[in-house]
């Protein structure tokens, strides 16, 4: 399985960016997907995951009403519109998948993600 995400980029704060994960390796519709960030000198942290139909989705708080998981399963990719961006944003994106279509941890925990793309920066300045 490989997830290549693309998107990020330099925007100024209250802008928006749309990240975008293209997945490769295996039926993409049969699971789960999700997008985590970490900024420097943090721990990697949940920010979104979508079920694999598309008809559940999770956000973590700080991101809740500004940010939007979607996913395409036509084109085995998973999109992450951001909006009303903050600096506090600021961070590398990265869109993960889990190993199985179930996991015994919980989905907003690193863990629970057995593949990860490579990573797309997002700055947002003030």
């Known amino acids: 399985v490989q997830l290549q995400a693309s998107g990020g980029g330099l925007v100024q704060a209250g802008g928006f960016l749309r990240l975008s994960c293209a997945a490769f390796?295996?039926?993409?519709?049969?699971?789960?997907m999700a997008w985590f960030r970490q900024a420097p000198g943090k721990e990697r942290e949940f920010v979104a995951r979508?079920?694999?139909?598309?008809?559940?989705?999770y956000y973590a708080n700080s991101v809740k009403g500004r940010f939007t998981i979607s996913r395409d399963n036509a084109n085995d990719r998973v999109y992450l519109q951001m909006n009303t961006l903050k600096p506090e944003d600021t961070a590398v994106y990265y869109c993960?998948?889990?190993?199985?279509?179930?996991?015994?941890?919980?989905?907003?925990?690193?863990?629970?993600?057995?593949?990860w793309g490579q990573g797309t920066q997002v700055t947002v300045s003030s």
């Open positions: 993960a998948t889990p190993s199985g279509t179930t996991s015994v941890k919980p989905y907003y925990y690193t863990e629970a993600y057995a593949y």
């Open positions: 979508i079920s694999s139909s598309g008809a559940s989705v």
């Open positions: 390796g295996r039926p993409f519709s049969n699971y789960a």
